[in-house]
């Protein structure tokens, strides 16, 4: 039976071939890390651009500049001002002009990389700017949060456990995290990776091969992972909310 959360999204009109691909998750989790990765890896054979979003700063273009992985003008910073949610999902003006001015600076590039700021668990990127997504995790955040769920853990292109050398040290059991992560998601792929263990970064190379090969040939039908269920966090009373689209926060 089709998961009514789940909404497919028509694929990217004709003509258009830029794979866009997002990177969300908690913070710290290896975001930025993973896309200079890919950079590294990729950029020799893939035409690559990469924008990134800060809420107040430029902090990871700047970081991803001075790893030299990719040509310092094809990085663009989106300083969001707001929590990345809103950024990628509610209102993805500021991201949809970077990554269009890039595809256009640039022509013809496969592979424009967007990754979110950090957040919690919930952020996902809207279909409206973005083709594929991962969701990023990490083992110092916790053997458990697999388990958690939300629509990147449960839904997202691909689920990525990330530093898995750190797991000896913080007591997580990897083997354990990824399968908690598999049942979660319904069959679809998770990864354990390590940016110094070279076969898991050539699986996530393999993985961006075979959705850029999809997209490029139609394949690929881009999938909305959905918003964050309905909630509200924070001390009873405190009613100074702000709106996220279909669902309402309030601190
Ligand atoms: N041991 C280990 N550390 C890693 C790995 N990947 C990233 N890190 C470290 O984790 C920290 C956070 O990495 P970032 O790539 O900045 O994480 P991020 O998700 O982009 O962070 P925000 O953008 O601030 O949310 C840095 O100190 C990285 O060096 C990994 O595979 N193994
Ligand atoms: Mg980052």
Redesign the pocket.
């Known amino acids: 039976m089709l998961d009514p959360t789940v909404s497919p999204v028509s694929p990217a009109p004709p003509g258009r071939r830029t794979l866009r691909l997002g990177v969300a ?1 908690p ?8 896309i200079a990765t890919l950079c590294r890896e990729l950029s020799g054979e893939f035409a690559m651009a990469v924008v990134t979003n ?1 809420i107040y700063t430029d902090e ?1 273009a700047r ?1 991803l500049r001075s790893a030299g992985v990719l040509a310092a003008e094809r990085i663009r910073a989106v300083e969001t001002g707001a929590c990345p949610h809103t950024a990628i999902r509610d209102d993805i003006t500021a991201n949809l002009d970077a990554v269009e001015d890039l595809e256009e600076e640039f022509a013809p590039l496969d592979l424009v990389l967007v ?1 979110s ?2 957040d919690n668990l919930t952020a996902t990127f809207s279909p409206a700017l973005i083709d594929a997504q991962i969701f ?1 995790l990490d083992v110092a955040g916790g053997g458990d949060v697999a388990r958690k769920g939300g629509p990147g853990i449960g839904r997202a292109d691909l689920l990525v456990v ?2 898995s ?2 797991a000896p040290y913080v007591g997580v059991d990897v083997g354990r995290m990824v399968a908690d992560a598999e049942k979660a998601r319904d069959g679809r792929p998770v990864l354990a ?4 263990d070279a076969a898991s970064v050539a699986e996530l190379c393999a993985w961006v091969r075979g959705v850029l090969a999809e997209h490029v040939d139609g394949r690929h039908v881009p999938q909305d992972p959905g918003p964050m269920a309905p909630h509200s966090h924070g001390p009873a009373g405190h009613d100074h909310g702000h709106e996220h689209g279909p669902h309402t926060h309030v601190h």
């Open positions: 998750g913070v710290g989790t290896g975001k930025s890390s993973l800060d990871d970081f990754e700021g950090g990023c990330n530093k050398d750190l990776l390590s940016r110094s």
